[in-house]
């Protein structure tokens, strides 16, 4: 792997742990591409080409595998996680959770209770990761 291969690399890895720590809060692909050092264009294809998905669709899992935690642990209301997570409003959040898990956040706590009687965390949380 060539040096520019390994700095891209570096810098794209410094923007998705920017972006792993501040999930809930409002990044936008300015600020992401300042991290990176790059013009906004440049940033977005390369951090598709180099994680398989574009930023934005990276911040949406990250914060949907978040909420996924908080309804199937807390009792907390749906529209308060929602908020907690990044999401501007629960219709928002409503449509990208089923995108990503196919099913809406009520549903999916109703079945995690129910199932995950008796069942080991860590193979629920191997199980339950929404893909891409």
Not at 41 to 56: L, Q, S, W
């Amino acid at each position: 792997m060539s040096r520019a291969a390994e700095e891209t690399n570096r810098r794209m890895l410094r923007v998705r742990d920017a972006m792993d720590r501040a999930y809930a809060q409002p990044l936008d692909i300015p600020a992401l591409a300042r991290i990176a050092h790059v013009s906004q264009a440049h940033f977005t294809r390369t951090f598709r080409a180099t994680f398989g998905e574009t930023p934005h669709r990276y911040l949406q899992r990250r914060r949907v595998e978040r909420a996924m935690f908080l309804l199937r642990e807390t009792d907390r209301s749906v529209t308060d996680i929602c908020f907690e997570v990044g999401f501007g409003s629960p219709g928002t959040f409503s449509r990208t959770f089923h995108d990503i898990v196919g099913r809406s956040p009520r549903e999916y706590r109703k079945e995690r209770r129910t199932a995950a009687m008796g069942v080991p965390t860590c193979f629920t949380m191997a199980w339950m990761r929404p893909s891409s």
